[in-house]
């Protein structure tokens, strides 16, 4: 029997964006140091952590990390590249609805449907992806079907033991699950290709 699921949350997977890299590098040339739970934190002026949305959070990140490292090839950096990679993020995290999740044999199948014609685009993109990526960390087995209103995902796995992961992950989880989106972002910024990048680590 399908089960209704309500519409993913905004920014969904935006929230693990690059949590990987090192945090060393700060906000704002003018961070004042401020003592936080025990711990040293670093605040831009007026005491705020936040740049703004997840998105230009992000951005602001990696231009931290870049602007950090005397080897950073200026010449090669493609923010823009990134910046259209997390609105289809975020596009295929919003808005996308899905209509149903059903256990299936060694893993689930999922209905999803876009809201608009640039979700999409975006979820086009994705389902043909990540599925690569899916497979090299976890060897879970992702496919996707388009139908007239959307696409069918199935994921399944070998191990018995990961069937009710899987099928708890969901849509969102399956797209978020893993460590190669913050690898894909930094590859992306500094104008690699990141399937390349991914391979190499």
């Given at each position: 029997?399908?089960?209704?699921i309500?519409?993913?949350?905004?920014?969904?997977?935006?929230?693990c964006?690059l949590?990987?890299?090192?945090?060393?590098?700060?906000t704002?040339?003018?961070?004042?140091?401020?003592?936080?739970?025990?711990?040293?934190?670093?605040?831009?002026?007026?005491?705020?952590?936040?740049?703004g949305?997840?998105?230009?959070?992000?951005?602001?990140?990696?231009?931290?990390?870049?602007?950090?490292?005397?080897?950073?090839?200026?010449?090669?950096?493609?923010?823009?590249?990134l910046?259209?990679?997390?609105?289809?993020?975020?596009?295929?995290s919003?808005?996308?609805?899905?209509?149903?999740?059903?256990?299936?044999?060694?893993?689930?199948?999922?209905?999803?449907?876009?809201?608009?014609?640039?979700?999409?685009?975006?979820?086009?993109?994705?389902?043909?992806?990540?599925p690569?990526?899916?497979?090299?960390?976890?060897?879970?087995?992702?496919?996707?079907?388009?139908?007239?209103?959307?696409?069918?995902?199935?994921?399944?796995?070998?191990?018995?033991?990961?069937?009710?992961?899987?099928?708890?992950?969901?849509?969102?989880?399956?797209?978020a699950?893993?460590?190669?989106?913050?690898?894909?972002?930094?590859?992306?910024?500094?104008?690699?290709?990141?399937?390349?990048?991914?391979?190499?680590?």
């Amino acid at each position: 029997m399908f089960t209704s699921i309500n519409k993913i949350t905004q920014y969904g997977l935006l929230s693990c964006a690059l949590t990987a890299l090192p945090a060393s590098a700060e906000t704002s040339a003018q961070a004042t140091p401020m003592q936080h739970k025990g711990h040293q934190a670093q605040l831009a002026p007026g005491g705020l952590t936040e740049a703004g949305t997840d998105m230009f959070a992000t951005i602001q990140e990696v231009i931290a990390r870049l602007n950090a490292d005397p080897d950073t090839d200026w010449s090669k950096v493609d923010l823009e590249a990134l910046r259209r990679h997390l609105r289809d993020m975020f596009e295929f995290s919003y808005n996308v609805d899905v209509l149903s999740r059903q256990p299936m044999e060694k893993g689930v199948k999922i209905l999803v449907k876009a809201t608009n014609p640039r979700a999409d685009k975006a979820l086009a993109r994705v389902l043909k992806a990540h599925p690569m990526m899916l497979k090299m960390e976890t060897g879970w087995t992702m496919q996707s079907r388009r139908q007239k209103d959307g696409y069918e995902i199935t994921v399944t796995t070998s191990k018995p033991s990961e069937v009710d992961k899987i099928r708890g992950l969901g849509y969102i989880g399956i797209l978020a699950f893993g460590r190669h989106h913050q690898a894909h972002h930094w590859a992306m910024a500094n104008g690699r290709n990141p399937h390349q990048a991914m391979h190499r680590q």
